[in-house]
């Protein structure tokens, strides 16, 4: 006894090399996407890629695509998701279906993510699959588990898509098809991202945070509330820490606000983005906070954003960052020592990346008719560092009556059980260079795509060979997608669904320690 732990990441990973390299491929995507608009006026393409383009101008052209759906769509969608959409588009006039769905890119998306299962490559898209429905999949067995009722939305994991470059990672949440009858949801990821899986840690915040979170009528709504009742505490409390709270900011230059009452309305507003964050960390680990920050970096050139308009429902770059920090800080299944380590190198990369925010504040801004700012605050940043300690610790630990009094982190959290597969999974991929094996670890855990991926993102930054670290990662992905029953139609729901209970805990352990006698028997 006495072993390590030990953080993987020092922060100093996240240099200017992998971050431009990041970069590129992310660029790449729209830089060649708007080579490939150009020339495709001019140039016919090929037979074969004609083949494989997504049209769906006409009803025929529609119901053929669902008709596909059938043979390429896991069974355990079709009276979800293809039915329904089947009769939506046989009963109404398809302009009028086209007018309602298609402005809003959703149209496109339901028809490419049925359309793409018989053209992209599969790999990515199977290994994409087994990431969404372990993240989602898991969180449902974990809720059953704690005797929490099931979500009121859906219970099947998110459907995937390879979306439009120019959107980022998104997803249409499980309420967004309950007035079409559709009983799904849908997280997107741009093509590119198949390059980098470091860039996946999206994941974790789609379908960790936003898909989970907006399936629970009421939870949202009830966290927001939650946090603003925190932070508003410490308006007037006379706790030594609470000093910088108590400073009053200027909003549309009145003078009257604490910075804690701000800081109040200012997270409430943001509350689906901060705790979708915060979901992201609980399932991926400390990785999502690494993921998370080489996401945004390589967005912004290498420099943490300082300035959003006062509208935006996401919460500035470093506070993001630090959220992630102060969040693993609180990990209380995970060794004490190596949450600070890696709560430390996100910090670092704040200090890093972020020295605007750090030397003038936060600010909150409206664009005016001619293009110009206008300047609706500043907001000291050293008082909004303090705030965030507070919000990491609402979210994760606060025991929420839409859960039945249950925390978020009550339900997923990151542990010692779970690192110590990552470390061997960063070792198989920067040692072994192959695919990570996903035998279960030590403790007979069983080996997760949430793993994979965490180990995959530590892995990439530790030698910031992206392509064969994101090759080997997403070949193993693919491993558990083609043992995962449910792809195969055995119809179970979510992975709680075929759990052994044991009744003596190192059942297998015990008899082999009655020694060498049975083993000799055996082999005679
Ligand atoms: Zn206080
Ligand atoms: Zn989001």
Partial sequence: MGDKINALLTGEELDLVLLDKSRKILRGDIDEKEKDDKEKDDKEKD????????????????????????????????????????????????????????EQLLLYDLFSCIHQRSTQDLDASHAFEETVSDLYDGY??????????????????????????????????????????????????????????????????????????????????????VVEAKLIEHKNCKHKNCTKLREPVAINGRKDYSLAEFAAQYWRHRIDETASDVCGILNLGPASGFGLALILLSLRKYKLHNSLPAQEAHPFDPLRIILAADVIRGIRALDFQTCNAYADALEYVVRKYGSEAINEGFNLYTMTKNGDYYLEATIPYEGMRETVKIVADVISSTRFKSLEYHSLSEINTWTNSDEILVQRIVND????????????????????????????????????????????????????????????????????????????????????????????????
């Fill in 140 to 225: 449902l067995s974990n809720i059953e588990r704690s005797g929490i009722k099931a979500p009121d939305y859906q219970a099947f994991s998110p459907l995937v898509i390879w979306g439009k470059p120019e959107a980022g990672p998104y997803t249409w949440p499980a309420n967004f098809g309950s007035k079409l009858d559709l009983q799904i949801s849908l997280v997107s990821m741009p093509p590119a991202y198949k390059r980098n899986v470091a860039l996946w840690a999206a994941i974790g915040h789609e379908v960790g945070g936003h898909d989970i979170l907006r399936a629970d009528i009421g939870l949202l709504p009830e966290l927001g509330n």
């Fill in 47 to 102: 037979d074969k890629e004609k083949v494989s383009e997504l049209h769906y101008e006409t009803k025929d052209q529609a119901l053929s695509i669902i008709y596909d759906g059938y043979t390429s769509i896991p069974k355990i969608y079709h009276e979800v998701f293809l039915d329904p959409f089947k009769k939506l588009v046989q009963t109404y006039d398809y302009a009028l279906i086209q007018k309602a769905l298609g």
């Fill in 429 to 524: 991929l920067l040692i072994k260079n192959e695919p990570p094996d996903i035998q279960t670890g030590p403790d007979d855990q069983i080996v997760y795509a949430a793993h994979l991926l965490a180990g995959g993102i530590i892995a990439l930054m530790k030698n910031g060979e992206i392509e064969a670290v994101s090759e080997n990662t997403i070949k193993s992905l693919v491993k558990l997608y083609e043992n995962n029953p449910v792809w195969k139609g055995f119809p179970t729901h979510f992975r709680g669904d075929v759990y052994l209970h044991s009744l003596v805990p190192g059942y297998k352990d015990s008899i082999k320690g009655q020694g060498p006698v049975d083993s000799r028997t055996d082999e005679r």
